[in-house]
């Protein structure tokens, strides 16, 4: 079975910065993507950015330019480093498999648990 854990959540005051790690099992990397979608309150889980086998990168627009994505395969980590928070950023954010390689609640076959973040203004 595929787990995904996330960590490294927490508050942080806005244009602060923190790093979210996923650790992966169970799931083999090759040839397929994975993402970190998030939920704020009162939201739909919306899609932040995905990564794929070959390195292809997409970020949502409202990140584009402040958070990154990265992929360590001899750790099996996924990574989700965040700048420049804003309060909008808070909401709960998840690592995901997806299939196919796009950005779309349809999209995801595997979420993780979840990890809190809250930007304080």
């Known amino acids: 079975d595929v787990q995904l854990v996330e960590s490294g959540g927490g508050s942080v005051q806005a244009g602060g910065s923190l790093r979210l790690s996923c650790e992966i099992s169970?799931?083999?990397?090759?040839?397929?993507?994975m993402a970190w979608f998030r939920q704020a309150p009162g939201k739909e889980r919306e899609g932040v950015a995905s990564i794929d086998s070959a390195g292809r990168i997409y970020y949502a627009g409202s990140v584009m330019g402040r958070f990154t994505i990265s992929l360590d395969n001899a750790k099996n980590t996924l990574y989700l480093q965040m700048s420049s928070l804003t309060p909008e950023d808070t909401a709960v954010y998840y690592c995901?498999?997806?299939?196919?390689?796009?950005?779309?609640?349809?999209?995801?076959?595997?979420w993780g648990q979840g990890t809190q973040v809250t930007v304080s203004a």
């Open positions: 169970g799931y083999t990397y090759g040839g397929g993507c």
């Open positions: 995901v498999v997806l299939n196919p390689c796009s950005l779309s609640l349809a999209s995801v076959t595997q």
